[in-house]
């Protein structure tokens, strides 16, 4: 008999959806929801958005700008599974916050607009999937208008992703002729009903074995002859479905479907959670961690400030990796060596944020944060380990920030401190005499306009921002003297929050200009590990 814990790992899905915007991620989202019967009418996704627009100085600024700049989690059943989606936004500038949701997620789903193909956001989150080799299921949606060949769109992934397509499913028509899907492996025709084609509520369909007197009625004469020759040449060219490939994330099994109308989204739902994995077990500094071991563990991967502005409230995400949360528990807090209560913890289910008094592997909760996390950070029952791999990203674009009315620099400087706690902004501190004003560090331009939106709203102060024209950040380890590199206006030495040395640069030639001459130097794009009497935690680094 297999124990509780076992059940609930083995009956678990948590994964992303990853696309370039306008693809259909939120309409997919929303139907996906409304299949598992999380939400009895399309349509509330964006009902929620705008509730929350309503309540929300900062959801204005994603209303303004037509961007998704937040992510959530989701979580609802389906037929026996308790689905995890980890929402990502889709704008650029905030791949870096992709990219660790990412790191939470056990699958991705690719969704793909017919028409367009492989776009380049795309291209990008695909890579960091393949990098954590985890299994990619590609979606491509908006069949019900013309777009390219699905034989066309199956070539684009190999030459564009370097992964190759295997069918699952096979549309049957396109545009308004768009009138079901073929699923290979059970030789069945799934039919769809043109009621519901306005997508508000499940779409009904008919299933029939492709040989049957059903199917001849059901389509065309030419429709099924055109299907028996795609069906031809997909299993005489093609391979096998091969699992373990599509475990590794070397295939990619692919459906055909419209979220708009429903139709297909059943079968990828289907399909999907049948093939996807269940929570994986995680690299740690001790070996992997397995989600059926009895103790909890797990780590934060994106921390949100001031989710609630009517509550001020900071919010940690923690991914369960292994055993049980249950509510009020306490924990060992590795990066801060000392134990915690895990207070207040949320679950997103659906649309709201409930309490929770369980949550199992592959589960996200949210925490109250009244200052204690930071992204990367372990929590744990038991043996001392900590997780690896949350990644962390070098800035790229740089700005002195200073309050417009130096009375609130307070507030600014509250602000600044929290935000770069968030993981969305790194805060850093000059060194030469007589400069006081701290230099902000992104990933993206935008983040610097959300930045000053944030200071202002939330923390009622105005700021300036002074572009600075470097365009890279290395960590130096080793005996250097700081002064040294400050250099013709081409590198600047700044600390980080924890007193830890880094050289910002202009251009490549003058970072490998300076990497070359100084040998005796480590450049690292992440901060190295602190000692630990300083609190030293032990994320991925990198160096390039
Ligand atoms: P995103 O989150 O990936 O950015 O995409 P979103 O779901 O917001 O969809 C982007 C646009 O594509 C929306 O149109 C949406 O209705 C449309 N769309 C999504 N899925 C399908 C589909 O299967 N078929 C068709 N034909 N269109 C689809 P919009 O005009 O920007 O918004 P709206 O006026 O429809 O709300």
């Not at 929303?30 to 009895?40: C, F, P, S, T």
């Not at 417009?404 to 600014?412: E, L």
């Not at 060194?431 to 992104?442: A, E, K, N, W």
């Not at 924890?498 to 001459?517: A, I, M, N, Y």
């Amino acid at each position: 008999m297999p124990t509780e814990l076992e059940r609930e790992v083995a009956r678990r899905r948590t994964f992303a959806i990853i696309s370039h915007p306008d693809a259909g991620k939120t309409t997919l989202t929303e139907k996906l929801l409304l299949y598992g019967g999380a939400i009895h009418l399309a349509g509330s996704v964006k009902a929620r958005r705008a509730r929350r627009h309503a309540t929300s100085d900062w959801m204005e600024l994603e209303k303004e700008r037509g961007i998704s700049v937040t992510s959530s989690v989701l979580q609802f059943e389906y037929q026996g599974h308790a689905v995890n989606l980890l929402d990502t936004p889709g704008h650029q500038d905030f791949s870096e916050d992709t990219y660790r949701t990412l790191s939470a997620a056990d699958s991705a789903v690719m969704l793909i607009d017919a028409a367009k193909g492989v776009e380049a956001q795309t291209k990008k989150l695909f890579q960091v999937c393949r990098l954590r080799a985890i299994p990619i299921f590609t979606f491509v949606n908006k069949l019900d208008r013309y777009g390219r060949a699905p034989l066309e769109l199956m070539d684009e992934l190999e030459q564009v992703l370097g992964i190759r397509a295997y069918p699952m499913n096979w549309p049957i028509g396109m545009g308004p002729e768009f009138r079901g899907v073929y699923d290979r492996t059970s030789r069945a025709v799934h039919v769809f009903s043109a009621e519901g084609s306005h997508g508000e509520s499940a779409a009904s369909e008919r299933v029939v074995p492709l040989d049957s007197v059903e199917a001849a009625e059901a389509l065309t004469a030419a429709e099924l002859a055109q299907l028996r020759e795609d069906i031809d040449l997909l299993d005489i060219g093609g391979d096998a479905f091969a699992r373990e490939k599509s475990d590794r994330g070397q295939i990619t099994p692919m459906f055909f479907g419209s979220a708009m109308t429903n139709f297909g989204v059943r079968p990828f739902l289907d399909a999907f959670l049948d093939l996807a994995p269940p929570p994986a077990p995680r690299s740690t500094s001790h070996g992997y961690q397995e989600p059926t071991a009895p103790k909890f563990s797990g780590f934060v991967f994106k921390i949100q400030a001031n989710m609630d502005p009517a509550h001020r409230d900071r919010v940690a995400f923690v991914r369960v990796v292994s055993g049980q949360y249950r509510k009020g528990m306490d924990a060992f807090h590795v990066r801060l060596q000392k134990t915690v209560r895990l207070a207040n913890p949320t679950q997103f289910m659906a649309a709201e944020r409930t309490a929770i008094q369980e949550a199992w592997p592959g589960d996200v909760i949210g925490l109250f944060d009244p200052g204690l996390y930071r992204i990367g950070d372990t929590l744990l029952e038991g043996d001392t380990f900590e997780f690896e791999g949350v990644p962390r990203f070098s800035p790229e674009h740089f700005a002195v920030v200073r309050a417009r009315d130096p009375m609130r620099r307070k507030q600014m400087e509250k602000g600044l401190e929290q935000l770069s706690e968030e993981g969305t902004i790194q805060i850093f501190q000059q060194l030469q005499m007589g400069m006081r004003d701290p230099i902000v560090g992104v990933v993206g331009p935008l983040q610097l306009e959300v930045l000053q939106y944030r200071i202002e709203h939330e923390y009622g102060a105005d700021i300036l921002l002074d572009k600075l024209p470097y365009g890279h950040a290395r960590w130096v380890v080793g005996n250097f003297d700081p002064k040294s590199f400050d250099w013709g206006g081409n590198r600047q030495t700044v600390q980080d929050r924890d007193g830890q040395p880094l050289v910002l640069f202009r251009d490549d030639w003058s970072l490998q200009h300076t990497v070359e001459k100084h040998p005796e130097l480590k450049f690292l794009s992440a901060a190295p590990p602190l000692p630990a009497a300083l609190g030293g935690g032990a994320d991925q680094r990198s160096s390039r």
